[in-house]
């Protein structure tokens, strides 16, 4: 029942979302638009191209921490480095993280000896740094946003007055907050590489923005991670549609072809260019490893 309501609100998502795009796409003039991707400097592409590098790199980070966590000493940085650029380019662009992220985690560590459920604690410490990188950034944006920031001191002081109130209680040898502080510090040296993840993805975006088109620091960060948490709930293939349609909302008007053509070039260097550089590599890093004892004993039968 929770699944069908998942994906029903998914479905809904998504149909709000091709309204919205055919309404901004309606009043688009293309040659603006043709006109906007012409003036975008090249300094400007290359510091995103940039950015796109420091944060997949991150990206390959977390797969080398949550392998060193997950499975000690089973696999090299360097293998579990590229495993993990490989399957993020491969499921930020296909979309179903879950699906396709962990259909090729289990096809390259399987080669390292590694069992499903030693994969799945690995993933699940990969979507963690993740959800660390989201919370880094937009934590602050909301303490920033005279909108948000009394409604996010509230809820942060409630929860420290409820965790002071509960540790008492709870914080014996087995007490769940001695879990949580023990998971928050595994966390703590993932800080760093975390918030400049989720940075330069968003700094990939923002240098292809013409100046009026630049909001506050605070205000992008926002709606960012709103446009990107959308994508991911509407289940859209690498968020696609339901990201820009959330962004192309907030344009100011007579700006959304510049928009656009920032968000065609973004999607370019972000999602495709790294999807196409996966789609070469997978075959090399599937490679990699020594082979399990079933692919050893099927490669002898075999001849």
Known sequence: MRSALRWLLGALLVALTAWLLSRQVHVLSWSALAAAWRATPPRAIALALGWVTSSFACLGLYEVFAARSSAPGRVSARDAFAIGLVAHALSNTLGFHLLTGTAFRLRAYRRHGLAPREVGA??????????????????????????WRGPTTMVLSLALLAGVALSPRHAGENGWLVRVRLRMRGLA????????????????????????LQPAPASFALLFVAAMLAGIVAHAPGGIGVFEATLLTAAPAGHGSELLAALLLYRALYNLLPFALAVLAAPFVLAAGAPAEGDAVGQFEGG
């Open 122 to 147: 690995l993933l699940a410490r990969v979507g963690a740094y993740v959800a660390l990188g989201v919370v880094l950034v937009a934590l602050p944006a909301l303490l920033v946003s005279p909108a």
């Open 189 to 212: 040296p993932m800080l760093p590489v975390a918030a400049v993840e989720m940075l330069g993805m968003m700094a990939a975006l923002w240098v292809l923005l013409p100046a009026a």
